[in-house]
């Protein structure tokens, strides 16, 4: 069954630092999607992508994030100088088009920022 | 401003007992309900998509139904592999691409 995967599962980064988040969508699916979540909270939504542009972003998804579809499968979240708050699990997410709701899920990059 | 509330936020439950968790929401449109389920260190897992009330869905020992207000997600006779936290999502219908809205999650632990 066609899955959602992310690289790396763990990253241990400095502040300041920029860090890449990579995802591979499922292939033919044409939505794709960046939450995250803070160790015991809900998990957010930062940024939602389609025909390759940004189709909207929250107020976390500020000036320091940015996201790319640099090639046909890889979808990346870059940060661009790390903050210990941004610790916290990033999913990429996917749905396959207009008309199915259902956004799947990988398995999350665990970001540590020290 | 659209909210998700889950309750309880834990539940303990022999296997065997059924129960409910419940997802109140507020949106100034629905688009859709979503349930999922995670598993500590992992992803959300889609279970559900429930669109009008009145509708219900069932899975193995999940069934999810919606009102206008609420959803409910009913466990019968649960086992301990059904041990996770279950998570309520909504979608604004006036939202463009459908980002979702989640609630804290309800975590369940079945005990043999």
């Known amino acids: 069954e066609p899955e959602v995967t992310q690289t790396p599962s763990h990253q241990v980064t400095q502040m300041g630092q920029e860090v890449i988040l990579r995802c591979v969508p499922i292939s033919n699916h044409l939505y794709f999607y960046w939450y995250r979540q803070i160790l015991g909270q809900k998990v957010e939504f930062l940024v939602s992508?389609?025909?390759?542009?940004?189709?909207?972003k929250s107020e976390i998804f500020d000036d320091q994030f940015s996201v790319e579809r640099p090639d046909g499968s890889n979808f990346t979240l870059k940060i661009r100088s790390t903050k210990l708050e941004d610790s916290a699990m990033y999913f990429c997410?996917?749905?396959?088009?207009?008309?199915?709701?259902?956004?799947?899920f990988g398995p999350g990059t665990r970001l540590t920022v020290t | 401003e659209d909210q998700v509330t889950q309750s309880p936020e834990a539940l303990r439950l022999q296997e065997g007992e059924s129960s409910s968790l419940n997802c109140s929401y507020t949106?100034?449109?629905?688009?859709?309900l979503f349930w999922y389920r995670q598993d500590p260190g992992k992803g959300p897992e889609f279970l559900f998509t429930l669109y009008s009330a009145g509708e219900e869905k069932e899975k193995e020992r999940l069934k999810a139904t919606l009102t206008k207000k609420e959803s409910f997600l009913h466990i019968t006779a649960p086992k301990p592999e059904d041990s996770a936290t279950y998570l309520c999502a909504v979608q604004d219908r006036w939202g463009s691409q459908g980002n979702l809205i989640f609630g804290k999650g309800t975590k369940l632990s079945v005990k043999p």
């Open positions: 992508f389609y025909n390759n542009e940004i189709s909207e």
């Open positions: 949106v100034s449109g629905l688009r859709g």
């Open positions: 997410a996917s749905k396959p088009g207009q008309g199915t709701d259902e956004q799947y």
